[in-house]
């Protein structure tokens, strides 16, 4: 079992920049393979960036390429999402997941691949 504590959003103006945390518990952190989610009001659930459980791999969702970046402290048991120039659209709470299929070797962008998720922290980008 993994419980995971997002933190770090907030309220922000356009042009700004955020990092959100990702503190994850457990002995076996590099054995997952993390992801990060959003959830704008009114549309579902989307794929925004993943990394594999060495570090070694990211992957991005198109429409943030460039403006994300997903890393990992191992040693910290944390995952982070680094986010600049934000745009009113990226408003929407943010979630982090866990996947500990393959042992966090293979990178997946579906949600339903996903085995543990936290409770999400809020970012809204004002214009």
């Known amino acids: 079992q993994v419980q995971l504590d997002e933190s770090g959003g907030g309220l922000v103006q356009a042009g700004g920049s955020l990092r959100l945390s990702c503190a994850a518990s457990g002995r076996t952190f590099s054995r997952y393979a993390m992801g990060w989610f959003r959830q704008a009001p009114g549309k579902e659930r989307e794929f925004v960036a993943a990394i594999s459980g060495s570090g070694d791999t990211t992957y991005y969702a198109d429409s943030v390429k460039g403006r994300f970046a997903i890393s990992r402290d191992n040693a910290k048991n944390t995952v982070y999402l680094q986010i600049k120039s934000l745009k009113p659209e990226d408003t929407a709470v943010y979630y982090c997941?866990?996947?500990?299929?393959?042992?966090?070797?293979?990178?997946?962008?579906?949600?339903?691949?996903?085995?543990?998720w936290g409770q999400g922290t809020q970012v809204t980008v004002s214009s």
């Open positions: 997941a866990a996947d500990r299929s393959f042992g966090g070797i293979r990178i997946n962008t579906l949600d339903r691949d996903y085995d543990y």
